[in-house]
């Protein structure tokens, strides 16, 4: 009687967290659709410049947030393309190849590096930018580069961690297929163990995309600037949406301005959504070519 | 060809142990050239260990140790197979393994065949399509997926699975055939068929096959080995009886 009365207690309460989070996340996407969805209008990413002359790059914008969702999309590529594969081959060494104590040790370090703040990980990018001004280039000031490199530490960790659980956890039979039809370590790696993992080493993909799309504290001492326009290269400064969003809403002039500002965070959700689906669509194409390809 | 006098392994003091629980204790065995030995024994006596020491597969278990030397008649000469200068890959080529659990990889059926033949970098299209086929075909699985060779293999029965996974240790053309209780997650008629399979391959193998029912070592068994304690314990129909060589 007691053991049926707990079940049901745990039953209920695993439902409404559930619902409780369910709708927390909905209340939220609701809040933000019935604010800013008004503001969502040609005007809103390009101001007064003709929107063909601001794809084209022939004139800056000043009042929309074009560039800086350009910018958004430029540093969340460019950091999660630098993360991706230094991530991977670590989660790979960390599962397959390394020695217990190496293991340990090293997982130990990457656990802090996972913990760190951003904002400490922003202030280690400043310094490292005004070093290399000094030592280095002058040309060289917090900008696109600085920001990427920093976020792509900030992420390492989940990639690190997720390819190495993943692939430690595949099933002893999966691990023994590929060796007893005489594959070699690294082809069991790469044509057996990393396709069966696709699913959990892209989660951490994507879980990366969400951090670098979001973070305000590294990009803030790194490079990103109010009115930058579309950058003219690494070494320039940018501009990004989460810190639009904060600047409007920490210093609006006017209720339009603000209302700019949650139409500003629906794109932002909506390009974090397009960068999922881009993923979800690799993985795919990926699995096919890899599992199901041609004969 | 039929059984001969040839011995194809020959294993010497042959100790085993996963950390510090010993599963193998002195053992010694040969194996004749073109034969089925069944190893027949209680649960966790260390049966499918035996097999893996032949292949080396143990060496990918953590915590594993091993003492003893294997040696197996390869291509007409005699290998030493723990001496540092055999290719693992090769050798696994030659002594193929086929588990307890169909283990199809995540691909088409002709992909999963192919499989081996990737791996020692053949890439002959024509040349892979025609092993394929023989492999297929020795496996008595040829006409049932012919038409359907891109499907995923996890789609097959448990039994065609299984001649699948035998047919893909096929395509390589090894010498030594190990079978880890290939019929224990089987029906009866999916038995039959691999039986008749296994008792087919003698002609091509020499093959070493784990079993659970005494029924079945003794449709197909040309010899069969009991394993307690870490030794064989009884070795029929030759010399019952032995504790050692």
Redo the contacts between chains.
């Keep these: 009687m007691k053991a049926r009365c707990c079940d049901k207690l745990v039953t209920a309460w695993a439902w409404l967290s559930g619902l409780v989070l369910t709708a927390s996340v909905a209340t939220l996407l609701g809040f933000l659709l019935t604010k800013g969805a008004g503001t969502l209008s040609p005007a809103l990413f390009f101001g007064d410049t003709v929107p063909l002359d601001a794809l084209l790059l022939k004139r800056q914008v000043f009042e929309g947030i074009f560039p800086a969702t350009v910018g958004t999309l430029l540093l969340v590529g460019l950091a999660v393309g630098m993360a991706v594969p230094v991530g991977i081959a670590t989660g790979i060494y960390m599962a397959e190849f390394a020695a217990p104590r190496t293991k340990a040790v090293f997982g130990l370090f990457f656990d802090i590096l996972a913990g760190i703040p951003s904002i400490l990980v922003g202030l280690f990018g400043f310094s490292a930018a005004i070093f290399l001004h000094h030592h280095f280039s002058g040309q060289i000031t917090p900008c696109l580069l600085i920001s990427a490199l920093s976020l792509a530490f900030l992420v390492l960790p989940y990639l690190i961690r997720t390819t190495q659980t993943t692939l430690e956890n595949l099933p002893r ?12 370590k690294l ?1 069991t790696i790469f ?2 163990l990393l ?2 993992s696709l699913s959990g080493i892209v989660s951490g993909i994507i879980l990366s995309i969400g951090r670098c799309a979001e973070d305000t504290a590294v990009i803030m001492l790194t490079g990103v600037v109010a009115t930058a326009g579309i950058p003219a290269s690494l070494l320039s400064g940018y501009e990004a949406l989460p810190f639009y969003i904060y600047t409007v809403s920490a210093q609006y002039a006017d209720q339009a301005e603000l209302m700019r500002g949650y139409g500003a965070a629906i794109v932002l959700l909506a390009v974090c959504a397009l960068l999922f689906a881009l993923t979800a669509f690799i993985r795919h194409r990926l699995a096919d070519h890899l ?3 041609a ?1 | 060809m039929t059984a001969t006098n040839e011995i194809k392994i020959r294993a010497r003091r042959l100790f085993f142990a996963y950390g510090e629980s010993r599963v193998l204790n002195d053992l010694h065995v040969d194996i004749h050239s073109h034969t089925i030995t069944a190893v027949v024994g209680a649960s966790g006596k260390g049966k499918s260990t035996l097999l893996t020491l032949f292949n080396r597969l143990w060496e990918d278990i953590p915590d594993a140790r091993m003492q003893g030397s294997v040696h197996i008649r390869l291509e007409g000469t005699d290998r030493d197979i723990y001496h540092p200068s055999c290719s693992l890959p090769d050798l696994r080529r030659k002594v193929g393994m086929v588990f307890q659990t169909p283990n199809p990889l995540p691909m088409s059926i002709y992909k999963n065949v192919a499989f081996p033949l990737k791996m020692a970098g053949i890439s002959n299209k024509a040349r892979i399509g025609d092993a394929v086929e023989t492999a297929l075909k020795q496996a008595f699985l040829w006409d049932e997926v012919k038409d359907r060779l891109r499907e995923d293999a996890r789609r097959l029965s448990g039994g065609q699975q299984q001649r699948l996974c035998i047919a893909r240790a096929l395509v390589v053309e090894p010498e030594v055939l190990l079978l880890d209780e290939p019929t224990s997650s089987l029906d009866a008629t999916a038995t039959e068929t691999i039986e008749k399979l296994i008792l087919s391959l003698k002609e091509t193998c020499t093959i070493v096959v784990v079993s659970h029912d005494m029924a079945q070592v003794e449709r197909m068994a040309d010899r069969w080995l009991e394993l307690s304690e870490g030794r064989i314990v009884n070795d029929w129909p030759d010399n019952q009886w032995i504790d050692s060589v």
């Design positions: 039979h999966v691990r023994m297929t590929a060796p007893a039809l005489g594959a070699s082809q044509y057996v396709p069966q599992l199901y390809g004969r």
